[in-house]
């Protein structure tokens, strides 16, 4: 798919009656914007020295969320200064657009998908580590805090809170829809494109460190006598040395996974027929 309406802007430069600059955005991002101005250009003041960045958090949409912003179509950074009569076209991080030639607004991206969760995300971080992903979370940590240890670590922040995802620090974030925590995951797998890298049972749920698998003898200890007889694969976490097998409980976590990844493929495939 190619990123439409990449000249936009070729005519309309210039400051003549203009007070200030056109702006559109496309696909998700109108979902913060009021209805009026959706899926089309509008005009918002320009203030002094105004960049890309001001003018598109001006309109309430966090800078997290967008990945390609041309003015007068051609692509630039965050923190490009803004003139009164210019036309800027704001795309949102979406990893299936081939933006080709065209820069995108962050330096490169993260390459291995670790997450950061905000303090009211914990179980969402429960079900994206059950599938393999690096999620840390901390029940006591402020913004700040969140913020700080996702940059020092290239984490994703995954929040429901816009304001956190507006912080200046924040250079990759997710604003999370859904309050439902299965929703909540595929949200989150759509987004970053991960179907494909989901590793069921490979994290420990409590702690985010890795499971390793080990012999039933290696754990028998540790076993209520029913799962002893009955189960035959068990894993320890390196970290918190929990032990997980599979029963009755890995086979409805299992159900869960293989739910919201089922419902990604079918939301795929409308959108390859439908364009
Ligand atoms: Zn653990």
């Given at each position: 798919?190619?990123?439409?309406?990449?000249?936009?802007?070729?005519?309309?430069?210039?400051?003549?009656?203009?007070?200030?600059?056109?702006?559109?955005?496309?696909?998700?991002?109108?979902?913060?914007?009021?209805?009026?101005?959706?899926?089309?250009?509008?005009?918002v003041p320009l203030p002094e020295?105004?960049?890309?960045?001001?003018?598109?958090?001006?309109?309430?949409?966090?800078?997290?969320?967008?990945?390609?912003?041309?003015?007068?179509?051609?692509?630039?950074?965050?923190?490009?200064?803004?003139?009164?009569?210019?036309?800027?076209?704001?795309?949102?991080?979406?990893?299936?657009?081939?933006?080709?030639?065209?820069?995108?607004?962050?330096?490169?991206?993260?390459?291995?998908?670790?997450?950061?969760?905000?303090?009211?995300?914990?179980?969402?971080?429960?079900?994206?580590?059950?599938?393999?992903?690096?999620?840390?979370?901390?029940?006591?940590?402020?913004?700040?805090a969140i913020v700080a240890a996702?940059?020092?670590?290239?984490?994703?922040?995954?929040?429901?809170?816009?304001?956190?995802?507006?912080?200046?620090?924040?250079?990759?974030?997710?604003?999370?829809?859904?309050?439902?925590?299965?929703?909540?995951?595929?949200?989150?797998?759509?987004?970053?494109?991960?179907?494909?890298?989901?590793?069921?049972?490979?994290?420990?749920?409590?702690?985010?460190?890795?499971?390793?698998?080990?012999?039933?003898?290696?754990?028998?200890?540790?076993?209520?006598?029913?799962v002893a007889e009955t189960c035959?694969?068990?894993?320890?976490?390196?970290?918190?040395?929990?032990?997980?097998?599979?029963?009755?409980?890995?086979?409805?976590?299992?159900?869960?996974?293989?739910?919201?990844?089922?419902?990604?493929?079918?939301?795929?495939?409308?959108?390859?027929?439908?364009?």
């Open positions: 798919m190619s990123v439409p309406d990449a000249s936009a802007g070729a005519e309309g430069r210039g400051t003549r009656g203009h007070a200030g600059v056109t702006v559109r955005f496309y696909e998700e991002l109108n979902l913060f914007l009021p209805p009026a101005v959706r899926k089309r250009p509008f005009e020295g105004g960049t890309a960045k001001a003018v598109i958090e001006s309109l309430g949409v966090p800078h997290t969320e967008v990945d390609l912003v041309l003015v007068n179509g051609e692509s630039v950074g965050f923190s490009h200064r803004l003139s009164l009569g210019d036309r800027m076209s704001v795309y949102p991080v979406f990893e299936s657009w081939d933006i080709g030639g065209l820069s995108r607004v962050r330096a490169a991206p993260l390459r291995v998908t670790r997450f950061q969760a905000d303090v009211h995300l914990g179980r969402l971080a429960r079900l994206l580590r059950m599938v393999g992903f690096d999620t840390a979370w901390g029940r006591e940590q402020d913004d700040a996702a940059l020092r670590e290239r984490r994703i922040v995954l929040s429901r809170d816009r304001g956190l995802l507006k912080r200046r620090l924040v250079t990759h974030g997710y604003l999370v829809r859904s309050l439902e925590p299965r929703e909540q995951l595929g949200e989150v797998l759509g987004r970053f494109d991960l179907a494909a890298q989901v590793r069921l049972f490979s994290r420990c749920m409590d702690c985010n460190a890795c499971l390793a698998r080990v012999s039933r003898i290696s754990v028998l200890d540790d076993l209520p006598p029913v035959s694969e068990f894993s320890r976490c390196v970290g918190c040395g929990k032990v997980y097998w599979r029963g009755t409980h890995w086979e409805s976590m299992k159900r869960l996974a293989d739910e919201v990844l089922h419902r990604l493929a079918g939301a795929e495939l409308r959108r390859m027929f439908t364009g």
